[in-house]
């Protein structure tokens, strides 16, 4: 069965949408607010996207391994149990026939608990790898997010700064905003 990998798709698609959206509907000054870059929380939105799709993309594919694997598991138990079936009487003791008919009753058994750990384990492996894959994406998305905030940061100071310089011009005109501190 073929998988599509839509990790592939276009890595623009939500950015020309909202450029498309915003040139229908124009929002004076959106997309210019200080410290707010519309290009950057798309990009991490993306990212984020595509991180989930990889993860359901190895739930899928692991999925599709244990299905294999039970069909697999389930041909094998058949066999098992044509071969219990196997056992006829024969000339030996009816406790040979019984001995025999445990001891392959036994076998079955014990295959099949390790049939089922191994099921388990894989389930838990498939679990494991899409955790990583979303928890490695958090992980970034906050790193991205936080950097993001601090060069927010950085234009709101330079606006602070800025202001603070209209300010004083404007309370002391005569000396551009320049006050001297006499001692």
């Known amino acids: 069965m073929a998988t599509t990998n839509r990790a592939d798709a276009p890595a623009k698609a939500p950015l020309s949408s909202f450029n498309s959206f ?61 071969d219990l079936l196997s056992v006829k009487p024969s000339s030996t003791s009816v406790e040979e026939t019984l001995v025999k008919r445990i001891d ?10 390790a049939d089922a750990r191994e099921l388990g384990d894989l389930v838990a492996k498939v679990g494991v790898e899409a955790t990583d894959i979303l928890s490695r994406r958090v992980v970034a998305s906050l790193d991205e997010i936080k950097a993001a905030a601090r060069s927010k940061a950085a234009v709101v100071d330079e606006v602070k700064a800025a202001a603070q310089d209209v300010v004083k011009a404007a309370a002391y005109p005569k000396t551009g905003g320049r006050v001297a501190v006499v001692a």
């Open 22 to 82: 915003a040139k229908l509907f124009p929002v004076p000054g959106f997309t210019k607010l200080p410290g707010f870059d519309v290009t950057t929380v798309l990009d991490i939105q993306r990212r984020n996207v595509e991180a989930l799709t990889a993860a359901n993309q190895t739930i899928a594919q692991g999925l599709q391994t244990v299905v294999q694997r039970q069909g697999e598991i389930a041909r094998q138990s058949v066999k098992q149990f044509q």
């Open 104 to 113: 392959v009753a036994k076998t079955s058994f014990e295959k099949n608990v």
